[in-house]
């Protein structure tokens, strides 16, 4: 070892042994800490999360400068694995843990540099010192952030399943009609369920293979609520490709206001009528399901329980509704395209007339008159006899494929 070497090598151990006297590593501790929480806000107003701080900082400081002067395995102490997992628990992001280890480097190294340059040490002498001691702490502070990490994301996961398991189960209860209590319920839901609730099932219509399903739907759950202006919705899986959201507002939500709002592509919704409170909760829900089933016979992409809550209450006995069908229809109840495509056109000119389904349907009005009388002939009528009994039967048709 050269001259130089050993002179560096003897104020890198003085200068371990002065830092992990116990006087000194508390004031290093909250050199570096003071910094820390300036940068990560959620540190620095939380008195819990600031004592967790202290103790890995400290923790950290005394397995690092001990690496330094013996080298031995690479390892955060446990107090900065309890950190990161206090951290995950309470869902602050990892940004957050990683700005941690960012400004206490910064702050960690910049100590090091004041206490070198004050040093009774040749000026190469001093950069050879700092040199050695970056080259270690950019080691050490790299290997404990790569663990760090890992730890951090398996509790994380660990509190997000558990989370997600209570809030299944507290949803079921409420669904069930079981007693809860309102204000622990909206505490463990994080959703108000005093005020005005519209549910939602939101599914994919077809599966792909990237990403994560249930993300891609929590995400449009939350843009449906960000347009009828409701907070984030509460949302829990209720399949691999499908969840239930509900939505809380301080007014009741119209159906033509939902199907304005729409749904993104590759995606369906099915939405209940909003009512208050936890029975409005239940009751919307059940609505929003009823109309999920009636889904696979309608093309819109959001279907408000509103538009098809007849059909829904005819469907629950199918024998007699498709002997309604079958009855109301007679041959253009078929199950062929030209059928399926006179009964469109008979139901587009019954809600919105002439010009309306010409609109609808993207066709000329003469067409829309061809097919009328085309669908007269099957009927035996014509479409303005028994209006109301055959707009019903052409719903009940579209709605669950019985013809």
Known sequence: MSEQ???VDAWIRAFAVDTLASEEIERVMRLLNEQIAAQVAVIGRDRD???ALDASTRAQLRAFITHLVSPGELRPPEEAFLLARELAARGVEMAALLEVYRSGQQA?????TGV????????EQVSLALITVWRHAIEWFSHSVEQLIGAYGEERERWLRSALTRRTQLVASILAGDRVDLDAAERDLGHSLRRQQTALV?????????GDPVRRLEAEAARIAARCGAPRPLVVPSGPAEVWAWLGTDRPLDGEELRAVGSSPGIRVAAGVTAAGLGGFRVSHHEAVAGRDLADGLPEPLIAYADVEVVSLLSRDRVAMHS??????GALAAGDEVAARLRETVLAY???GMDGAAARLAIHRNTVRYRLRQAEELLGRPVTERRRELELALLCAAAVAVA
């Not at 960690?108 to 090091?112: E, F, G, K, Q």
Request: net charge negative.
């Open 108 to 112: 960690a190294l910049a100590y090091v």
């Open 350 to 352: 019954l809600e919105s």
């Open 324 to 329: 309604f069908v079958g009855r109301e229809l």
């Open 116 to 123: 070198a340059q004050e040093a009774d040490l040749a000026p």
């Open 49 to 51: 999360l600031r004592s």
């Open 5 to 7: 070497d050993a002179a």
């Open 202 to 210: 939101l599914w994919e219509t077809a599966p792909r293979a990237e």
